[in-house]
């Protein structure tokens, strides 16, 4: 049996719209482009259709991924937590005084260019519970580092 993988809400209804996608308007312009190179003329030759049947590879393991993420989901709704959770937005301040936002996500959900950290790497396991005004230090890939939990919120 797969571990199950906690992940938002909106992570969870962002996934269910990802596949959605891929499974109608994707497979569709795939098709279409199929179509296409097959009216063209000889398959043997043809740099279209090749390409559009590596994208309809592409396209089916991706279906077949999200399947699989929606499937081992574990919903944790928003708020539900004491202190840090998941869906938590946190404002901490480093070292040096720079201060940064996150989200804590489920690992399906991370995008650390948004923000977005999962709950299972390190900045994540160690804001885990904690609440506003506590110092936590991270164990990061050039040292130690604390971080002081500005604000904690949940929207």
Avoid: C, W
């Amino acid at each position: 049996m797969a571990e199950k993988m906690k992940m938002t809400r909106k992570g969870y209804d962002q996934l269910k719209l990802r596949l959605d996608y891929l499974r109608t308007t994707r497979r569709d312009e795939i098709s279409d482009n199929m179509g296409t190179a097959l009216a063209d003329g000889d398959l043997r030759e043809s740099a279209a259709y090749d390409e559009a049947r590596m994208q309809q590879s592409e396209n089916e393991a991706q279906i077949l991924n999200l399947e699989y993420q929606l499937e081992n989901a574990l919903i944790v709704e928003e708020g539900t937590q004491d202190g840090v959770g998941l869906g938590a937005r946190i404002r901490v301040q480093d070292a040096s005084g720079k201060q940064h936002t996150f989200e804590i996500v489920g690992t399906y959900e991370a995008d650390s260019l948004k923000g977005k950290i999962s709950d299972q790497s390190p900045i994540g396991q160690a804001l885990a519970g904690q609440k506003e005004g506590a110092t936590v230090t991270v164990q990061m890939p050039r040292g130690k580092q604390e971080f002081k939990i500005l604000e904690v919120k949940y929207e």
